[in-house]
């Protein structure tokens, strides 16, 4: 069994910026890839960013593209995404997951553990 648990979000000033932090813990995501996604009310589970397990491919949402960085630290078993820049819309629950495999991947159909979540506000 792997447990995700998301940290980091809070509330920010439009302009401003935040450190998710997704840490791992039970069987590791050693050799996942891992992605970030997000959720506002009434709305679908969208695809943040995406980072292979070896950190050598990512992706990222043309919303988020220059504003948001997905890294990891595979010693810790943390992945992260830095946020800059943050606007109004970035507004929503953030999730980490661990994906099947070890390649990143847009979709969540590709990802089978997920956090419980971590609020992002931001406010203008």
């Known amino acids: 069994q792997v447990q995700l648990v998301e940290s980091g979000g809070g509330l920010v000033q439009a302009g401003g910026s935040l450190r998710l932090s997704c840490a791992a813990s039970?069987?590791?995501?050693?050799?996942?890839?891992m992605g970030w996604f997000r959720q506002t009310p009434g709305k679908e589970r969208e695809f943040v960013a995406s980072?292979?397990?070896?950190?050598?491919?990512?992706r990222s949402a043309d919303s988020v593209q220059g504003r948001f960085t997905i890294s990891n630290d595979n010693a810790k078993n943390t992945v992260y995404l830095q946020m800059n820049s943050l606007r109004p819309e970035d507004t929503a629950v953030y999730y980490c997951?661990?994906?099947?495999?070890?390649?990143?991947?847009?979709?969540?159909?590709?990802?089978?553990?997920w956090g419980r979540g971590t609020q992002v506000t931001v406010s203008s």
């Open positions: 980072l292979s397990w070896s950190g050598g491919s990512a």
């Open positions: 039970g069987r590791t995501f050693s050799s996942y890839a």
């Open positions: 997951a661990r994906n099947t495999s070890s390649y990143d991947s847009t979709s969540r159909g590709n990802y089978d553990y």
